[in-house]
């Protein structure tokens, strides 16, 4: 079993950055690939960005590459999402998840967080 929790959500302005952390517990965390995905009122769950265990493998979604950095520190069981250059269109729910293998498709993961809301002002 993994629990995850999400922190750092906020209002920010357009162009700013935030970062958002996503604490796990359970021993088996260092092996499992961590997705962060996001949700704005009306449309369907997206992806935003996946790291495998090892850190060696990371995929982004179009929209945020360049702009946003999946990060992870297994020894703190926590994946992180920096986020810069934010835009009005960013703003949504985001969640962490977790698997035991490699997806960038939100069916393949087993374990997901409450979210945290990220609101940006234009």
């Known amino acids: 079993q993994v629990q995850l929790v999400e922190s750092g959500g906020g209002l920010v302005q357009a162009g700013g950055s935030l970062r958002l952390s996503c604490a796990a517990s359970?021993?088996?965390?260092?092996?499992?690939?961590m997705g962060w995905f996001r949700q704005a009122p009306g449309k369907e769950r997206e992806f935003v960005a996946a790291?495998?265990?090892?850190?060696?493998?990371?995929d982004y979604a179009a929209s945020v590459k360049g702009r946003f950095t999946i990060s992870r520190d297994n020894a703190k069981n926590t994946v992180y999402l920096q986020m810069n250059n934010l835009k009005p269109e960013d703003t949504a729910v985001y969640y962490c998840?977790?698997?035991?293998?490699?997806?960038?498709?939100?069916?393949?993961?087993?374990?997901w967080g409450q979210g945290t809301q990220v609101t940006v002002s234009s």
């Open positions: 790291i495998h265990w090892s850190g060696l493998k990371i």
């Open positions: 998840a977790a698997s035991a293998n490699y997806y960038t498709d939100s069916s393949g993961y087993n374990y």
């Open positions: 359970g021993r088996t965390f260092s092996r499992h690939t």
